[in-house]
């Protein structure tokens, strides 16, 4: 069945960065782009941004650029996003989902999501 | 960027009754060239990712329950459960995605009373 198994729960201080990875099985890796959102304690979800895992090629939300970097790795059909110069405010679950396709088109709903990954920023 | 907004923030409903949720968005999601609102709902119980109900305003998704129904076009849109069960109490979530910066309502808390 179609999966995406996050990396663990990670513990970072104010200024470092976080990387968290996406796994992917179940589907061909490369038909699908990979977006990523996060979700404050308590709070709703926002999206940050995408990669296309065919061509590497990556869209960040505003409120990202410059502090986020979206990867991939083929051979291991993962997917990675990492975030810097964190602050307090970065504490969230991070989540992976993957968009709707059919056989001639795409659409950014998301059936199909990562467990979650929770990163704290505490000194 | 698109705000969605949705109304009421929290939601009590009696089991066996009707709930109804309501999202707005800052400007149309309908996308004049097929007719389609470009609108998705989701479910979001206590620590889990969130589940999709609705695309395209009201088209439900494989395996939801047909107590589950979205309506509405243009800028406003509604979620419907036609008769509240225990397991429906969750937060709900709207999305467009009529614009490449998805954007999401703030949830709305629905509760049995």
């Known amino acids: 069945q179609v999966q995406l198994v996050q990396s663990g729960a990670e513990v970072k201080e104010p200024g470092a960065s976080v990387k968290v990875s996406c796994k992917a099985s179940?589907?061909?890796?490369?038909?699908?782009?990979i977006h990523w959102v996060r979700q404050a304690p308590g709070q709703g979800l926002e999206w940050m941004g995408w990669i296309n895992p065919d061509s590497g090629g990556a869209d960040y939300a505003q409120k990202f650029q410059g502090r986020v970097t979206m990867t991939r790795d083929t051979s291991i059909s993962t997917a990675y996003m990492e975030l810097s110069r964190l602050t307090s405010d970065d504490t969230a679950v991070y989540y992976c989902?993957?968009?709707?396709?059919?056989?001639?088109?795409?659409?950014?709903?998301?059936?199909?999501w990562g467990q979650g990954t929770l990163v704290t920023v505490s000194s | 960027d698109i705000v969605m907004t949705q109304s009421p923030d929290s939601l009590a409903v009696s089991l066996g009754e009707r709930a109804t949720i309501n999202c707005k968005s800052s400007?149309?999601?309908?996308?004049?060239?097929?007719?389609?609102?470009?609108l998705a709902w989701y479910q979001q119980r206590p620590g889990q990712p969130p589940r999709l109900l609705i695309y395209?305003?009201?088209t439900r998704e494989s395996g939801v329950p047909d107590r589950f129904s979205g309506s509405g076009s243009g800028t406003d849109f509604t979620l419907t459960i036609s008769s509240l069960q225990a397991e429906d109490v969750a937060v709900y979530y709207c999305?467009?995605?009529?614009?490449?910066?998805?954007?999401f309502g703030q949830g709305t808390r629905l509760e049995i009373k």
């Open positions: 989902a993957r968009p709707y396709c059919n056989s001639t088109s795409c659409h950014i709903w998301f059936d199909t």
């Open positions: 999305q467009q995605y009529y614009s490449t910066s998805i954007t």
């Open positions: 400007q149309s999601v309908l996308y004049s060239s097929n007719n389609k609102n470009y």
């Open positions: 395209w305003a009201s």
């Open positions: 179940g589907y061909t890796f490369t038909g699908y782009y």
